[in-house]
């Protein structure tokens, strides 16, 4: 346990509270409306603006920022506008961030040795400018849902009820997936742009098996995440595995039991 006393593994476990907040409290929302393929898009779309940070010389997460947001706001537009198509054209702007991204590191000289840091994640670099990055995307976060939770909720539950009471859902929808893009950012730094929609998901999927109460799955699904991201943290530095990859194995393994257990438990009642 002398690992706690280091500097970069207090970081570490910091910012995986701090992730674990954003994605348990906007996961139930993704999981709920079932948009993770909008998250997907969002993310990986999201590399784009580290790419273009990379060649600038500034600080790739703020990249990633404007570059998610923008693609939110593209992502939603589309999805709303082509729903026939809207899981092609996606996937193009999907695709495309991630050439943006990769173009854009080609033509930066030198190399870059953290590269992989933000496909696959590596928690145990996160600096102190990191922490301070996501501790005001938690707040903008937190307070966003508590000031407009009850249009969020009602634009996921009911969207049809929530037009007839003069909810501005296209507005509301598109503010959802911004905040998506923003714990998205904080989520890059932990498990890389690759799996960060796993990290979005799991926990409130995991948490949504024994819980009917929206407010209880958020609750959980924070629980959860702080779950996976500290015993992800632990196996990766005492295996030597990368920590992306560690994290995410616990999840799909703590959702799997506790999946397979209730299915069993149902069975047997």
């Known amino acids: ?110 190399y870059s040795a953290d590269l992989f840091s933000y496909l696959f994640g590596n928690i145990l670099m996160t600096s102190s400018a990191d922490l301070i990055l996501a501790v005001i995307l938690n707040i903008i976060i937190l307070t966003s849902v508590f000031v407009l939770y009850r249009w969020l909720a009602a634009i996921i539950f009911d969207e049809e009820f929530a037009e007839v009471t003069n909810i501005a859902v296209f507005p509301v929808y598109l503010f959802l997936l911004c905040l998506v893009a923003l714990t998205i950012v904080i989520l890059i730094r932990i498990v890389g742009v690759i799996l960060v929609i796993a990290l979005l998901t799991l926990p409130a999927a995991t948490a949504q098996i024994f819980n009917k109460s929206f407010k209880k799955i958020i609750f959980w699904s924070i629980v959860f995440g702080c779950l996976f991201t500290t015993a992800g943290i632990f196996l990766s530095y005492y295996l030597n595995m990368p920590s992306g990859p560690m994290i995410i194995f616990v999840a799909v393994f703590v959702y799997l039991t506790f999946l397979t257990g209730n299915k069993f438990v149902s069975k047997k009642l």
């Open 1 to 110: 346990m002398d690992i706690l006393t280091y500097n970069f593994f207090q970081n570490a476990l910091a910012i995986g509270i701090l992730a674990s907040i954003a994605c348990g409290v906007i996961g139930p929302f993704v999981v709920a409306k079932k948009i993770s393929f909008l998250g997907g898009g969002i993310a990986h779309s999201s590399f784009g603006g580290i790419g273009i940070a990379y060649f600038f010389g500034f600080n790739p997460l703020i990249g990633a920022i404007i570059f998610s947001i923008l693609s939110a706001l593209g992502i939603g537009a589309v999805s709303k506008k082509f729903k026939d198509r809207d899981d092609t054209i996606i996937g193009a702007m999907w695709s495309l961030g991630m050439a943006i991204g990769l173009v854009f590191i080609y033509l930066t000289p030198g």
